[in-house]
Each structure stands twice: as C-alpha cells, then as structure tokens.
C-alpha cells in the first residue's frame, strides 16, 4: 500500500506506484541482493514478508523511478524499429548495421555467421547451492557487460560503489559466461546532480559530463563463484539469528564520510575560522593560537541508510539516528 503525504498528483502517483521488477518468489535471490551486506539482505527478505501490511509514501520512490526510466529510454532506442536508422546517423555503415541484431536467440546465431549481437535487459537464472540467483544484465556488446547507473556525482568522486560495481558485473559474467567474454565491465553514468560549474572547478576529480563511462576489471569466475558461495553460506547461517548475531555493516558498506574538525577562534564564536580533515592539524592550529580558542569534532554522516529497505528495523541504523550520524529527510 502507498501513502502520498506530499500530496502528488495522480500523473506522478501512477507512475511512481508503478513498479516493473519481479515479485519476491521464496528461495530466489537476485545478484543486485548479492552484493548487499550479509545483515541488509537477511533485514530486506523480512521486509518484504511484512511488505503486504507496510505503507510506503510514493515521494520516496522519486530517485527509484528516475532510474527505472532512463533504463527504459535505453531499452527503448536498441529495441526500437528506427534502430539501423539511428546507427547510420551515428556514422556506422550500412553493411555492419544490417547485421546488428538485439537479444538474438542461439539457434539464429548458428545459422547467421556475420550477426552483430546486442543484447539488453536480459536475464538468466541459475541454481546454486540451494538457491535460485537471478540477474538482469543492463547491456552487452562484443562480449563486455556494461551497467547503466543514474547516480549523484558524490558516488563517482568518492568511489563509493567502485566495489559492488565490479561484484555485480562478475557476477553477471559469472551467470553468462557464453555472452560476456571481455573481463572488462563498463559503467555508463547518467549523473542526476551534475554541475558544469563544479565540472569546471575540480577537472581532475569531478565528472566532465553528465553521461560518461567507467571501466572496471572484472573479478576471475573462480573468485566470483567462490564470493556467492560464501555470501549464500553466511546467509543460511544467519537467516533466523537475531540481529545482535550479524556481522555490522561496516563504513564503506554505510557509506561513512569522513569526520571533519572544526576550529572556533573563540569558545563562544558561532562560526568556525578553520575546518581540518584530521584532529593533528586542528591541534597544531589551536597550539599556534596559543590555545586560545577551541576544537570541535565534526563527526562524518551515515547515508547508505537512507537507501536500505531494512531501515526501519534495523539496530544499528537506530544507534546513528541516536547519534546524529544518520539525518533522514
């Protein structure tokens, strides 16, 4: 059931109701579970039991939806009618476009040596030590993988998915080893807060377009086989196990920012002359001041919580909003 406490119109309403993904089937585990959190997944699978009697506001499905239909434009363009039309007016040949053909079934493929395959949105299941996992790749040409991301710029500049990205593609590879043959994977990034002022300011660190790509190498089959193993073993071992029973998740998982120190000239000054990154600096700073004024810990901010279905469940979730690490809204 949703809940429209900002008072949205039915137009948005609808469309952020509206969800495209799979039902949550018993003993099915998708690979985007995967790369969760051993506590986060086991918390989600509960969530969803209880998702029948729970409300949710659709204003909280805003940025889910946003990305829901960029995938969809792409899918859209490959799978269209117009496809070889727009291939020729991006400067291919007609000769390679009339052999480019999406999601192509094997048998064509055998009797069609010259065939170009794209394949998009394409899903594949697998049984694998007592579980079914799933996974949906976004997009597949000449055997390299690459996953569509709509996405802050803070999460390219701070690498803060850089290691789920490469779990992900592995195990994509991992599910279709006859179709993903490069152990290179790509991430096509749409940026949903891009700024051409800040692109221009930090050219180094900071995105230099709103759409860009990003390779990774992909993890061996032996090493991704062998990280779904173990994450599905941690999973049946602690499926029933109280939360105080689970590994945290840790601050690369929470997505930690790092603290800041804070230096006031004065004890009562309201705002601070200097903001340190290590509490050594704020020191040797307020010592050079003659220790005249005073320093403050800035502690970083929790905000992968934000984004996680067990939220409202979840323990140490509650310790950062206790704390302050963790703001909501």
């Excluded at 952020?16 to 089937?25: F, G, K, Q």
């Excluded at 040596?113 to 040409?141: L, Q």
């Excluded at 490469?166 to 991992?174: E, N, P």
């Excluded at 920012?257 to 700073?285: G, I």
């Amino acid at each position: 059931m949703f809940t429209n406490d900002k008072n949205l119109p039915l137009s948005l309403g609808v469309m952020l109701a509206h969800d495209e993904y799979p039902e949550h089937r018993e003993g099915v585990i998708s690979v985007t579970t995967l790369i969760k959190p051993v506590k986060q997944i086991i918390l989600g699978m509960r969530a969803k039991k209880d998702s029948a009697k729970a409300t949710t506001d659709i204003s909280s499905r805003i940025a889910s939806t946003f990305g829901t239909a960029v995938h969809n434009a792409m899918e859209n363009a490959w799978c269209s009618d117009r496809l070889p039309e727009t291939l020729k007016l991006l400067g291919y040949p007609p000769g390679m476009v009339k052999n480019v053909v999406v999601n192509p079934s094997d048998d064509y493929l055998d009797i069609n040596e010259d065939c170009i395959p794209i394949y998009t949105e394409y899903r594949i299941e697998k049984e694998f030590a007592g579980w079914v996992i799933s996974g949906e790749f976004d997009f597949v040409a000449e055997g390299r993988v690459r996953d569509l991301k709509s996405t802050g710029a803070y999460t390219y500049t701070n690498k803060t998915n850089d290691a789920k990205y490469i779990l992900q593609g592995s195990m994509y590879r991992w599910l279709n080893p006859e179709k993903i043959t490069d152990d290179i994977m790509a991430i096509d990034y749409v940026f949903t807060d891009w700024s051409a002022l800040q692109a221009s300011i930090q050219k180094d660190k900071y995105p230099q377009l709103r759409m860009m790509e990003q390779l990774f190498q992909l993890m061996s089959l032996t090493e991704t086989r062998q990280y779904v193993e173990e994450k599905l073993s941690a999973v049946d071992r602690l499926r029933y196990a109280e939360q105080s029973e689970m590994p945290l998740c840790t601050d690369e998982d929470l997505w930690v920012q790092p603290s800041k120190w804070k230096y006031y000239k004065k004890a009562d000054a309201k705002r601070a002359t200097r903001v340190y990154d290590t509490q050594p600096e704020a020191m040797a700073h307020l010592m050079k001041d003659g220790n005249t004024g005073i320093v403050i810990e800035n502690k970083g901010s929790v905000k992968a919580c934000r984004y996680c279905d067990a939220l409202p469940t979840c323990e140490q979730a509650q310790t950062y909003l206790n704390s302050g690490e963790l703001v909501l809204g």
